[in-house]
């Protein structure tokens, strides 16, 4: 099946540099997406990662490996606006359909 | 930035009504789909079209459920005869091809009493 793991919740200070993983176990996802999403909103996009290795953004960074269905998202710079879900998302087939995760929820604090 | 504009932005229905939630996808995109996330839980697939016809479907779609683009911009999403579980909110999302500029509109909440 498509099941994609995260964790739950997550608190780091402001300033720091927190790194939320997500694993999954299929073969089938052509990419793995990154989504913030703030409560009662829209997910909005981050990152997308097709190929091995670390894609670069900004404060933001995500990290892919197939071969150990394994994703990381790195925050760094904390701000209090970073406060949020972030969600991990696989792509699969030619209908490109998106399987979530549950979401980390992160909390930013002073 | 190009949006996909959605409304309403809040619905309230009672059980067994139909309701209509409408999308304008960015103008250029080829895919369009809908998802919800009922409150707490995570965003679920519901359905993807492509070149006018339903590219897949998951489970919840059943029959209840029905997409159309009924003109050149918009692509709605219809509930035959909702039901309290329904409550939700119900993302629109289009992409240019695939993966490519996937993005998704700010929602509509949907509440059935």
């Known amino acids: 099946g498509q099941n994609i793991d995260q964790p739950t919740e997550m608190t780091a200070t402001e300033g720091a540099i927190v790194q939320i993983n997500c694993t999954y176990q299929t073969s089938g996802f052509n990419g793995l997406f990154w989504y913030q999403q703030h409560a009662g909103e829209a997910p909005t996009f981050l990152s997308y990662?097709?190929?091995?290795g670390l894609e670069e953004k900004g404060r933001f960074s995500s990290f892919l490996s197939r071969s150990k269905g394994y994703s990381y998202l790195l925050l760094k710079e904390l701000q209090m606006k970073d406060s949020a879900s972030y969600l991990c998302?696989?792509?699969?087939?030619?209908?490109?359909?998106?399987?979530f995760g549950t979401g980390t929820r992160l909390q930013v604090t002073l | 930035e190009p949006e996909v504009t959605q409304t309403p932005s809040h619905q309230v229905t009672q059980m067994g009504q139909e309701v209509i939630l409408r999308c304008v996808p960015i103008?250029?995109?080829?895919?369009f789909y809908w998802y919800r996330q009922i409150l707490g839980q995570k965003v679920e697939f519901l359905v993807s079209?492509?070149?006018?016809?339903?590219?897949?479907k998951s489970e919840i779609f059943d029959d209840q459920f029905s997409v159309e683009r009924p003109d050149g911009s918009n692509f709605t999403l219809k509930i035959r005869s909702t039901k309290l579980e329904d409550s939700a909110m119900y993302f629109c999302a289009s992409s240019e091809q695939g993966s490519y500029g996937y993005t998704f509109g700010s929602g509509t909440r949907l509440t059935v009493v």
């Open positions: 990662n097709v190929l091995d």
């Open positions: 079209f492509y070149n006018n016809e339903i590219s897949e």
């Open positions: 103008s250029n995109h080829l895919y």
């Open positions: 998302a696989g792509i699969t087939g030619t209908a490109s359909k998106l399987t």
